[in-house]
Nanobody, 117 residues
Framework: QVQLVESGGGLVQPGGSLRLSCAAS????????MGWFRQAPGKQRELVAS???????NYADSVKGRFTISRDNARNTVYLQMNSLTPEDTAVYYC???????????WGQGTQVTVSS
């Protein structure tokens, strides 16, 4: 079973930046769409950004122009660069791998991002 491990969360002031990383336990990038989701207290989990095997990206409207998803296939790692953070970005961020044929979802354990002064 593939495992995903997120890192890079923390406390940042409004307007600041963070970069999240998601490391996969083995090479999966030929078969999975990778994504970042987030869940704020009392809210449903929502898609933040995704990237396909060939690098096509998709973003939630709320993060367009501020967040960038990327992948390093050689390192089996996906990144989420987050700039111009606001308190509304506060949430637990989860890495996701979705198998392109079976639809199987794999989730990381989540990393907390808190934007506060």
């Amino acid at each position: 079973q593939v495992q995903l491990v997120e890192s890079g969360g923390g406390l940042v002031q409004p307007g600041g930046s963070l970069r999240l990383s998601c490391a996969a336990s083995r090479s999966i990038f030929g078969f999975y769409v990778m994504g970042w989701f987030r869940q704020a207290p009392g809210k449903q989990r929502e898609l933040v950004a995704s990237i396909t095997e060939i690098g096509n990206t998709n973003y939630a409207d709320s993060v367009k122009g501020r967040f960038t998803i990327s992948r390093d296939n050689a390192r089996n790692t996906v990144y989420l660069q987050m700039n111009s953070l606001t308190p509304e970005d506060t949430a637990v961020y989860y890495c996701n791998a979705k198998h392109t044929l079976t639809g199987l979802d794999i989730w990381g354990q989540g990393t907390q991002v808190t934007v506060s002064s």
